[in-house]
């Protein structure tokens, strides 16, 4: 008999609602963007986006419950985004969540964030080889797993700062390409030369598998600085093209490091940035260097969505040892991925 699980997300600036068969088929996978209201700003404004989700949660849930041909009568279990995002927006999905599973009395299954971009490589596939290695890559997050079977991640490295995605944003915004960053970024590169300039690879002679985009970040913004104060025209594309190389020859880097070290089974790709198709290319080049198979999620379902926290929720629910969650669940803004185990 199928399992039906309905996933909620709303740990930042999309309201996101699905129902997901089995943990595998999407039936419906629902998004509401506010780019339009951040874009103004820049970037994400936390009040803003809570109150959007107030606004939109439950249009959304109806109409994911409506194209998956369903009624909440038909759902077996809600999955919900409990952290890391934003509190306030993380408090919209998670109240709503327990409210209906307090009505309807269904098991509440509360999801990482980080834990349901992983998954969004599940959706659609029967299974994917273990022990592998999963890079995280978004706005908010980078991280690299080795993920030994689902609930169980050993966290190799994560950035010492800005997150890749946020890097991009960054840099967007001074060079006055808009927002999201990332995507315009990428257009801009498209007709650049990547090796125009030479941007510093941080930490990449040292014995880790951190990050750090910091200084990446504040090189970029000080050759355009640079430009401005001289009143030179600034080569966009060029710049654009030499920063996103920079950016992605960092993450290829530690991760070609981690691969060398643990030897996975299988590579995977998950996050917003891994919508980007250099770095979707990259990740191909690297797991066939290294004869492994290789995953990476449709680019639908590289951003914020539910379809993977209802996915992640249905592989929780699996795991040996689960229960749902009671009517005390909180949103957990820093929560750390489920089953965190240190280096040893």
Do not use: W
Not at 152 to 169: F, N, P, V
Not at 283 to 292: F, M, P, Q, S, T
Request: charged share 15%; glycine share 10%.
């Amino acid at each position: 008999m199928s399992t039906y699980t309905l996933g909620v997300e709303t740990s930042c600036d999309e309201t996101s609602a699905a129902v997901v068969q089995d943990g595998a088929t999407i039936l419906s996978n629902i998004i509401s963007s506010q780019i339009d209201s951040h874009k103004v700003f820049g970037g994400v404004v936390p009040e803003i986006a809570s109150r959007k989700h107030l606004a939109n949660v439950l249009p959304v849930i109806q109409e994911a419950l409506s194209q998956a041909g369903m009624t909440i009568a038909d759902i077996d279990q809600i999955a919900v985004t409990c952290g890391p995002g934003l509190v306030g927006a993380l408090l919209v999905g998670v109240t709503t969540a327990k409210a209906i599973a307090y009505a309807r009395k269904l098991p509440l299954i509360p999801v990482n964030h980080i834990e349901g971009h992983i998954f969004a490589n599940m959706l659609g596939r029967a299974t994917i080889p273990a022990p592998f290695l999963c890079l995280t890559v978004s706005g908010g997050h980078t991280d690299l797993l080795l993920v030994e079977k689902p609930g169980e991640y050993l966290h190799l490295g994560g950035t010492r700062d800005d997150a890749a995605g946020e890097c991009l944003d960054k840099v967007a915004r001074v060079l006055g390409l808009g927002y999201p960053g990332g995507p315009e970024i990428e257009r801009a590169a498209a007709s650049g030369n990547p090796e125009a300039f030479d941007f510093p690879m941080v930490l990449s002679g040292h014995k880790t598998f951190d990050f750090s985009f910091s200084g990446l970040k504040t090189a970029a913004i000080n050759l355009i600085n640079h430009y401005r104060q001289r009143g030179q025209a600034i080569p966009v594309s060029d710049l654009a093209a030499a920063f996103q190389k920079a950016v992605i020859d960092q993450l290829i880097d530690r991760t070609d490091k981690a691969l060398r070290e643990y030897s996975p089974a299988a590579l995977l790709l998950s996050g917003g940035v891994a919508a980007n198709g250099l770095l979707r290319q990259e990740i191909v080049r690297l797991a066939e260097h290294h004869g492994i198979a290789h995953y990476i999620p449709e680019q639908a379902l590289c951003t914020d969505n539910a379809a993977m926290i209802a996915a992640a929720g249905y592989h929780r629910s699996l795991m040996p040892g689960f229960s749902p969650a009671d009517l005390t669940l909180n949103a957990y803004p820093e929560l750390p991925i489920y089953g965190l185990k240190p280096i040893l």
